[in-house]
């Protein structure tokens, strides 16, 4: 029973607990965590056999790894080399609230992976660099679409730290840049969609009254 919109048979520390593992950082987080559990499983339970269930490009039975992909990978320094990305990037979109994030992730993981099944090379593309990479195009797309503050601070600290992903759209043996590429198409198309038109200034407002004669009536007496 609710008194006061409170429930009494839960703690104030579990509800803390609650609101923080269901906010945005505590989902990347959550994120992160998964991926290390399967890859620990796939390798020591499973003989690496989850790896086969990755987007084989125009495949109908690789169409399902599209959603699987982001959680699979080939080894321990592949999965740790997407780990500190997936909490700085992810955690830089989050900071514009958690519907943001969720929107993101989900246009990087269903929009990138489907152009990945449809256009890449073949073979078995699987990582989250994908949603990294998504995560790097919403936020350029933002700070370029806006040009606010609260979007150029975010995407200027991305560049900082992770320029080098650059290099990762580069075409190259044994990497999928092609899931690098369209999640960070993906990620400009979510950052366009999302987009918060920039605020007119007063000089936006203003009428340049040179472009009228002299004698032009205004309808309110001015000429």
Same mark, same amino acid.
Do not use: C
């Given at each position: 029973?609710?008194?006061?919109?409170?429930?009494?048979? /839960?703690?104030? *520390?579990?509800? /803390?607990? +609650?609101?923080?593992? &269901?906010?945005?950082?505590?989902?990347?987080?959550?994120?992160? !965590?998964?991926?290390?559990?399967?890859?620990?499983?796939? &390798?020591?339970?499973?003989?690496?056999?989850?790896? /086969?269930?990755?987007?084989?490009?125009?495949?109908?039975?690789?169409?399902?790894?599209?959603?699987?992909?982001?959680? @699979?990978?080939?080894?321990? +320094?592949?999965?740790?080399?997407?780990?500190?990305?997936?909490?700085?990037?992810?955690?830089?979109?989050?900071?514009?609230?958690?519907?943001?994030? @969720? &929107?993101? =992730?989900?246009?990087?993981?269903?929009?990138?992976?489907?152009?990945?099944?449809?256009?890449?090379?073949? +073979?078995?593309?699987?990582?989250?660099?994908?949603?990294?990479?998504?995560?790097?195009? #919403?936020? %350029?797309?933002?700070?370029?679409?806006?040009?606010?503050?609260?979007?150029? *601070?975010?995407? @200027?600290? *991305? !560049?900082?730290?992770?320029?080098?992903?650059?290099?990762? @759209?580069?075409?190259?043996?044994?990497?999928?840049?092609?899931?690098?590429?369209?999640?960070? %198409?993906?990620?400009?198309?979510?950052?366009?969609?999302? #987009?918060?038109?920039?605020?007119?200034?007063?000089?936006?407002?203003?009428?340049?009254?040179?472009?009228?004669?002299?004698?032009?009536?205004?309808?309110?007496?001015? =000429?």
């Amino acid at each position: 029973m609710l008194e006061g919109g409170v429930d009494p048979g /839960r703690s104030p *520390a579990r509800s /803390r607990l +609650g609101r923080v593992l &269901t906010s945005a950082i505590g989902l990347i987080v959550a994120y992160v !965590v998964v991926i290390w559990l399967i890859e620990i499983v796939d &390798t020591f339970v499973l003989g690496s056999r989850l790896q /086969r269930n990755g987007i084989q490009p125009r495949d109908t039975d690789g169409l399902d790894g599209i959603l699987w992909a982001p959680f @699979l990978h080939s080894d321990w +320094g592949h999965v740790f080399s997407n780990s500190a990305p997936l909490l700085a990037l992810g955690g830089l979109v989050a900071i514009r609230g958690r519907g943001r994030w @969720l &929107t993101v =992730t989900a246009v990087a993981i269903v929009v990138g992976g489907f152009l990945t099944w449809l256009l890449a090379g073949s +073979g078995n593309h699987i990582g989250a660099s994908g949603v990294v990479f998504g995560y790097f195009g #919403a936020l %350029l797309g933002a700070a370029f679409f806006e040009r606010r503050p609260a979007a150029i *601070a975010p995407a @200027l600290v *991305a !560049v900082l730290l992770y320029y080098g992903l650059i290099a990762g @759209l580069v075409p190259q043996d044994g990497i999928s840049w092609e899931g690098h590429l369209f999640g960070v %198409l993906a990620g400009l198309l979510v950052s366009r969609l999302l #987009a918060d038109p920039p605020k007119p200034t007063p000089a936006d407002h203003e009428v340049d009254l040179s472009a009228f004669p002299p004698d032009f009536d205004f309808g309110d007496g001015t =000429t």
